[in-house]
Nanobody, 121 residues
Framework: VQLVESGGGSVQPGGSLTLSCAVSGATTRSNCMAWFRQAPGKEREGVARIYTETGASFYDNSVEGRFTVSLDNANNTELLQMNNLEPEDTAVYYC????????????????WGQGTQVTVS
């Protein structure tokens, strides 16, 4: 299984970006997918996660109301629409997925992409 992120870049505060995560090599649909981020000198943190069967989504408080996670099932892609970006959103963003059981919490994920840089300044 391979996860490949794209869509990162540089944007001014208040701007928007959309990240994509293409999933390949899987024979079945994942149970849950997520976006994490890691800023310089900080630990990796969960940003948003989504149950692939129901579409139910959950967000970290820091991005609630500004970020939206969604699935493009036809293209095996997870999306993260990021609006009203702030300098504090600057980080490497990682896509993650799990095929394990029915849980979907931050500690569940066992497949990861290589990351894409988002810079807000």
């Amino acid at each position: 299984v391979q996860l490949v992120e794209s869509g990162g870049g540089s944007v001014q505060p208040g701007g928007s970006l959309t990240l994509s995560c293409a999933v390949s090599g899987a024979t079945t649909r994942s149970n849950c997918m997520a976006w994490f981020r890691q800023a310089p000198g900080k630990e990796r943190e969960g940003v948003a996660r989504i149950y692939t069967e129901t579409g139910a989504s959950f967000y970290d408080n820091s991005v609630e109301g500004r970020f939206t996670v969604s699935l493009d099932n036809a293209n095996n892609t997870e999306l993260l629409q990021m609006n009203n970006l702030e300098p504090e959103d600057t980080a490497v963003y990682y896509c993650a997925a799990t095929w394990s059981g029915g849980s979907c919490h931050w500690g569940t994920f066992d497949y990861w992409g290589q990351g894409t840089q988002v810079t807000v300044s």
